[in-house]
């Protein structure tokens, strides 16, 4: 691998029993960039995340975070990385504050009430800080947990289906967060099965397809392997993402008292 890449992948395979998953997959991510695994349920995306993240072995191949290897150095992956899975980690019964102070403390961080505070401001969550989480919509849930992944400043974050089961609203919120990561230096590898996600956020988008990434470019390059459009002269109908966005106010802002119980 090059310095750039934090993620090295070459040849990884990995079967369920008589399920081939992956089958040769290869790619790199550079440092401090969105990097989208984009693939259809069951492509093998979580598959790829769970073995980055030592929580799997791989059969075949090789796999390395910040110049470490995932099979022989699975500790020191640990500690580089941190991992958001498709199901939020928080606990319903604590506030979103306590949450924070809890992973803090569980780290042996220093001032941990410090870290919380700083963190629920990151993610607009100062004013819901005290509330419990069971109160929260689910873009907010999802953006708690994205901030208590990120306790101890891991170089590598690992989001897998990050906004799966989001509304509209709190998908863009959630975006909105992993943008502000990227654009703090933190390698983000993100799993999704939206093109429009892959679209917003990566700067490299790779497609798992029957156990192999069978494309891995930026967003421009993606759309050259398509012949040029031809010009054709159309109105421009608003999609119903725009309709939907524009009725319930999508100001870009993150609003806590409309998001409060909208979704789950
Ligand atoms: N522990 C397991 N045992 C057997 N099959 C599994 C296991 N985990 C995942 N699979 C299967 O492997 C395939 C890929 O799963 P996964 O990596 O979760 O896909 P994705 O995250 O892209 O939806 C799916 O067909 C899934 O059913
Ligand atoms: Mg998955």
Known sequence: MTAQNVIHVQ??????????????VDFDVARGSIFALLGSNGAGKTTVVK???TLLKADAGTASVNGLDVATHPANVRESISLTGQFAAVDEILSGRENLVLVARLRHLKDPGKIADDLLERFSLTDAGARKVS??????????????????????IFLDEPTTGLDPQARIEVWQAVK??????????????????????ADRIAILH????????????????LPPAKVEYVEKQPTLEDVFLTLVGANGKNSHDRNAGTDA
């Open 11 to 24: 040849g990884l395979e990995k079967s369920y029993k008589q399920l081939q998953v992956l089958r040769g």
């Open 210 to 225: 029957e156990g192999r990434i069978i494309v891995n470019g930026t967003l421009t390059e993606l759309k050259q392997l």
């Open 51 to 53: 073995i980055l993240s």
């Open 135 to 156: 109160t929260y919509s689910g873009g907010m849930r999802r953006r708690l947990d994205i901030a208590m992944s990120l306790i101890g400043n891991p170089p590598v």
């Open 180 to 201: 502000e990561l990227a654009g703090r230096g933190t390698t983000v590898l993100l799993t999704t099965q939206y093109l429009d996600e892959a679209e917003q956020l």
